[in-house]
């Protein structure tokens, strides 16, 4: 495999990730096609991230206050020099092959950005159950151009991005950035031969459920400032009881023949959603007190 040179920064947002910045970091040095940096954005953090990722060999910049991932993201941007900018999570372990991946996507002058599969580093019930629920979408076998893509592991042509920057939030700046970038031109490409090794956290019932009320609450986010798919549940929010997002996950699953893991974990997948639609309509009721309970925006 031959690839075009590329002049890559590669971005880290991290905070309180000192279990797995190091090994983030690690990766992202360790590629085949060599970053021309690694910056680790450092989220005011209260144990030794920092201490870690330096360690490892990255550039770290320290933030005196917490900006969220969105926020670190944009430091990133502002320090890098490159004229790529790979953004890395702090609990991503990434293949060696990444940016020599990016570099052949991008010989496409329509590709802007390029994302690839997600795996789930950490197996078990719970650890299933979320990386289902919220990455099921990336993991199938074909290349193609889509929507957006998780800034877990996604690398942007600078120019593309220009002075776009992310919203200083934890909920949902990742598909506000990409859509954004994408309104200049050009296509956000899946390449499902990248592999994101994700080693998040590990997750007891808790824990999960808490991600899944979170991440309810970043769908609501979305869809109520984009006009993306499933907008409807903003201003109909019974919908969510038919459960659609469950739907589209069993049929990933079965295309991907995990028909007798779906019916397996089926009752958690339930369970999964129901904490989704709980966060969403937290948010939504949390929204509506905010603005006077005016009316949702129309379709």
């Not at 079965?254 to 089926?266: D, N, V």
Request: net charge positive; proline share 5%.
């Amino acid at each position: 495999m031959s690839a075009t040179s590329i002049a890559a920064s590669v971005i880290i947002p991290c905070r309180n990730s000192a279990g797995t910045i190091g090994a983030a970091v690690r990766t992202a040095l360790d590629q085949t096609a060599p970053p021309l940096e690694v910056i680790v954005v450092d989220d005011a953090s209260t144990d030794d991230s920092a201490a870690v990722a330096r360690a490892a060999g990255a550039r770290v910049v320290t933030e005196g206050a917490r900006g969220n991932a969105g926020g670190a993201r944009n430091r990133g941007i502002d320090e890098a020099r490159g004229d790529v900018l790979a953004f890395l999570d702090a609990d991503v372990e990434i293949a060696r092959d990444w940016l020599e991946r990016v570099a052949l996507a991008f010989a496409d002058p329509g590709i802007v950005a390029v994302g690839g599969t997600i795996v789930n580093g950490r197996p078990g019930r719970w650890g299933d159950l979320d990386h289902l629920l919220i990455h099921s979408e990336w993991m199938d076998d074909t290349p193609r151009a889509c929507g957006a893509f998780p800034t877990m592991a996604i690398a942007y042509r600078r120019r593309a991005v220009g002075d776009i920057r992310f919203p200083a939030t934890n909920l949902g700046e990742d598909i506000f950035f990409a859509l954004a970038v994408q309104q200049r031109g050009g296509r956000i490409w899946y390449d499902p031969r990248i592999r994101i090794v994700h080693k998040h956290e590990r997750l007891d019932r808790e824990s999960f459920w808490a991600r899944q009320v979170a991440a309810g609450r970043a769908m609501y986010v979305i869809r109520r400032q984009l006009d993306r798919p499933g907008r409807i549940l903003v201003r109909a929010p019974i919908l969510l009881f038919l459960y659609p997002h469950l739907w589209i996950v069993l049929g990933r699953m079965l295309r991907k023949g995990m028909a007798w893991k779906a019916l397996a974990l089926f009752p958690w997948l339930v369970a999964g959603e129901t904490a989704r639609n709980v966060g969403f309509l937290r948010a939504r009721r949390d929204a509506r007190t905010a603005t006077g309970a005016q009316p949702e925006p129309a379709r």
